[in-house]
């Protein structure tokens, strides 16, 4: 990908669905926004994780207008505010109206004038809040079927308890509500 535009870049990781690409902006002489260098070249999962940096030429950024990012995917939205030089921070919420790793608000109005010395903050998704039912009134099939339906990550360790009936829930990490 070196020498590629961030366009380019963008819509071969659309086509291809990479989605652990992390990009980072360097100041060089180079035509500015192109990779200058990646850590990984050839065959790669797509989950695996790339790391790009793109070049950037700060005697070059400009104050400019900011931008509607409500709605917009963290890495579109970092992205832009990178490319024009930025400072930003994230705080994760929940929000039942706007998918995970989405922009659900930011600080600074749409066409307020940003630059290097702004600083906004965003405030991303992170998906739906869930209430954890009571987990040990459930089966192992229930509870996987919960945790399947909510997305979330599951690890079982067998253990013997004469307490409990073959297939019940011993112990869980997360207590109801």
């Not at 990479?18 to 002489?29: G, Q, T």
């Not at 509607?68 to 919420?93: C, H, V």
């Amino acid at each position: 990908m070196l020498g590629w535009t961030i366009d380019e870049v963008k819509e071969y990781m659309n086509q291809n669905f990479l989605n652990n690409v992390k990009i980072n902006f360097n100041h060089s002489e180079e035509e500015p926004f192109v990779v200058i260098e990646q850590d990984k070249y050839g065959q790669m999962f797509r989950r695996d994780a790339l790391n790009l940096v793109f070049s950037i030429n700060e005697n070059q950024l400009k104050d400019i207008a900011m931008i509607d990012l409500k709605n917009s995917s963290e890495f579109d939205a970092t992205l832009w505010l990178m490319q024009n030089g930025i400072p930003y921070t994230i705080t994760r919420i929940f929000s039942n109206d706007i998918d995970r790793n989405y922009v659900v608000n930011q600080n600074i109005n749409i066409g307020d004038i940003v630059n290097k010395d702004s600083k906004v903050k965003l405030e991303v998704s992170k998906g739906k809040e869930i209430v954890v039912g009571n987990l040990l009134n459930m089966t192992v099939e229930e509870v996987t079927q919960w945790v399947i339906d909510n997305k979330l990550d599951i690890t079982f360790t067998d253990t013997y308890d004469d307490s409990v009936a073959l297939g019940g829930i011993v112990k869980a990490n997360y207590k109801e509500g």
